[in-house]
Antibody, heavy 117, light 108 residues
Framework: QAQLVHSGAEVKKPGASVRVSCKAS????????MHWVRQAPGQGLEWLGW????????TYAQKFRGRVTMTRDTSIDTAYLELSSLSSDDTAIYYC??????????WGQGTLVTVSS | SYVLTQAPSVSVAPGQTARITCGGS??????VNWYQQKAGQAPELVVY???DRPSGIPERFSGSNSENTATLTISRVEGGDEADYHC???????????FGGGTKLTVL
């Protein structure tokens, strides 16, 4: 059974960076895109971008370009999201979501990132 | 950039039909996906490519898409359907996903 397991909650100070991991199991990691989506408290969903775990190719939402980096380690079937220059507006749950380029069929449970001084 | 518009909330009595809409310019030319998100949980795909259902999703969930509006229809609504529903498209021009703002379905 497919699973996506996130790293634990993070608390960061403004200006810092955060790295969130998403470990895949139960399916061929390189066979699906991995998207990253966030949800601020009480708000809707916001897409950050995708990585193709097979090739390492990435596409980032324009809003986050220059601040976001998506990588993967195929030896341990894990995808990573790094977001830099954090502000309080980045406080959110960050989800990885497996799928195709145009949709996701399965989401992880998310990592809460809190940015506070 | 492409924009999707959803009503913030919809209320329906048990056993009735809920219709949740997603508006966008010529959205009928795009493939719309719908995600259900129950309180405290991750989103779950309930309809993809306008009208198809993933395995395990009840037939009560259906979708349509035409011109400037896509619709998720939930027939014979149950208490367990209470959730936020998010529409999503892939904008091929920008290679970006776009989400609607989400609609909270309340079962009275």
């Amino acid at each position: 059974q497919a699973q996506l397991v996130h790293s634990g909650a993070e608390v960061k100070k403004p200006g810092a960076s955060v790295r969130v991991s998403c470990k895949a199991s139960g399916y061929t990691f390189t066979g699906f895109y991995m998207h990253w989506v966030r949800q601020a408290p009480g708000q809707g969903l916001e897409w950050l971008g995708w990585i193709n775990p097979d090739t390492g190719d990435t596409t980032y939402a324009q809003k986050f370009r220059g601040r976001v980096t998506m990588t993967r380690d195929t030896s341990i079937d894990t995808a990573y999201l790094e977001l830099s220059s954090l502000s309080s507006d980045d406080t959110a749950i960050y989800y990885c979501a497996r799928g195709r380029i145009d949709r996701s069929d399965f989401w992880g449970q998310g990592t809460l990132v809190t940015v506070s001084s | 950039s492409y924009v999707l518009t959803q009503a913030p909330s919809v209320s329906v009595a048990p056993g009735q039909t809920a219709r949740i809409t997603c508006g966008g310019s010529n959205i009928g030319t795009k493939r719309v996906n719908w995600y259900q998100q129950k309180a405290g949980q991750a989103p779950e795909l309930v309809v993809y490519d306008d009208r198809d259902r993933p395995s395990g999703i009840p037939e009560r969930f259906s979708g349509s898409n035409s011109e400037n509006t896509a619709t998720l229809t939930i027939s014979r609504v149950e208490g367990g359907d209470e959730a936020d529903y998010h529409c999503q498209v892939w904008d091929g021009d920008s290679d970006h996903w776009v989400f609607g703002g989400g609609t909270k379905l309340t079962v009275l």
